[in-house]
């Protein structure tokens, strides 16, 4: 399907076509694709076969339009059940009533990398529920635009080398909770986090949990916590391995720094920042440019290991813009998702999981005319399918944002919710992203 902006933005059956959904024409605005019914997403019905198969219907809509926020439907997470978010919503009552933590993981590419919408989700959950600390974050910029909101980070990053897979990519490694990893031999490399200075939550951390690994040569680093050196920490041993280095502090705004002592390498995966308190810790775990598949790189028992250690009682897989770009066969992209599925369930058996699916990437085809990606609609339809079968909730991003082709829209909006690029969001519109993931991931929680 091919659009010029002169055209009313009339959309017709691609979205049919590609997700099994019938859809209405609308000018300007898609009123279409969702299920207003009030039913379950997923329609189980009997065929001639006699065997059961599944019907998408579409997401729920959970909120009605709101006037401030001319774009970006408040659809609820698809699944099975309506269950999906059940271990979720059990670890935020317990947080609520003062007995226990929160802990999510959201894994992604430059969507969450950002922490654009992961950032005020975190922010929205801990206000409510209460501020267990920032979560898992990198001391060393891995690439310019890393940021977690809320965070300082100051490092002298030419001095380290930072290394994630890539397209081309195919030997596992020590890759670690994050998908990337910081290691230098050199003296001197250092990196920081601070605490943030104001806001509504994120101004303490009563406990710092150093991710590193050890390794034949390693080398030493040392901890430094405001000001005070607390620890030289060697990682050389006889076999690569997780280390941790731990450290408690008074509750309250604190700095920790990192600095290398130049006699070996070390390789740092992260710095875990929280507070021995009720709350919410969300982790965002986002590197631009990546793939789902990317997971089945990461060396398997630190994998496991470390997301263990994380305790997470919801973990998040956001992939599929990049992918659609792509040429693998969608038959071999199914099998990886469920590869990688399965490898966060036997990490997290106990916690709710959710696919989020691609959002709208629109192909310029020529001066102010577009036309949709056939392959975003068959990463949708695959999603839809491993979520509902792995017991995961799904969310549909471009759903959320009306249709196919709804970024043109978005980018030419006056504010802007999409980006130039036709790929991203602007700040806009990843706020509005946050507001309706948030009110999708509490709903049904007071049930």
């Not at 922010?123 to 940021?147: C, I, M, N, T």
């Not at 397209?167 to 998908?179: E, H, I, P, Q, R």
């Amino acid at each position: 399907m091919a659009m010029g902006l002169g055209s009313g933005f009339l959309w017709t059956c691609a979205y049919e076509s590609a997700t099994g959904q019938p859809r209405e024409s609308h000018s300007g605005r898609i009123a279409a694709a969702m299920n207003t019914s009030g039913t379950e997403s997923p329609v189980v019905s009997s065929s001639r076969s006699g065997q059961r198969t599944t019907t998408r219907i579409g997401p729920r809509l959970i909120s009605d339009a709101d006037p401030e926020h001319p774009y970006g439907w408040g659809i609820a997470i698809e699944d099975r059940d309506r269950r999906s978010m059940r271990a979720f919503h059990h670890a935020l009552r317990r947080a609520e009533q003062g007995k226990g933590q929160a802990r999510l993981v959201f894994y992604g590419a430059s969507h969450v990398a950002s922490d654009s919408f992961t950032g005020p989700i975190r922010e929205k959950l801990q206000q409510r529920f209460g501020d267990a600390g920032h979560g898992f974050v990198l001391p060393v910029h891995p690439w310019p635009s890393y940021r977690h909101r809320g965070v300082k980070i100051d490092s002298n990053h030419r001095r380290w080398n930072a290394t994630r897979v890539r397209a081309v990519s195919s030997a596992t490694d020590f890759f670690g909770l994050a998908g990337v990893f910081v290691e230098t031999s050199k003296s001197g490399a250092r990196g920081a986090l601070r605490t943030a200075e104001k806001g509504p939550v994120g101004q303490h951390v009563e406990l710092f949990d150093v991710f590193y690994l050890k390794q034949p040569k390693g080398g030493d680093f040392s901890v430094v916590i405001d000001g005070e050196r607390r620890a030289t920490i060697p990682t050389r041993a006889n076999d690569s391995q997780p280390g941790y280095a731990t450290f408690r502090v008074p509750d309250g705004p604190h700095e920790l720094e990192v600095r290398t002592s130049g006699n070996g390498k070390v390789r740092l995966f992260g710095v875990a920042m929280e507070r021995d308190r009720p709350g919410v810790i969300l982790d965002t775990l986002g590197i631009n440019g990546s793939r789902v598949r990317y997971h089945l790189l990461w060396e398997e028992r630190l994998y496991v290991e470390h997301l263990r250690r994380r305790s997470p009682d919801l973990v998040v897989l956001a992939y599929g813009t990049n992918e659609s770009g792509d040429d693998t066969p969608i038959s071999l992209y199914e099998s990886r998702l469920r590869e990688v599925v399965a490898r966060v369930k036997n990490a997290a058996p106990r916690a709710s999981c959710l696919l989020i699916g691609p959002s709208d990437r629109p192909m310029k085809m020529g001066p102010r005319e577009y036309q949709d990606r056939p392959r975003t609609g068959q990463l949708i339809s695959v999603q839809h399918r491993v979520a509902l079968d792995t017991g995961c909730g799904f969310f549909d991003l471009v759903a959320f944002q009306g249709g196919p082709l709804s970024m043109v829209e978005w980018a030419a909006a006056d504010p802007a919710y999409g980006s130039r690029d036709h790929i991203h969001f602007t700040r806009r519109g990843y706020r509005r992203l946050a507001d309706v993931l948030y009110d999708a991931l509490l709903e049904g929680y007071s049930d």
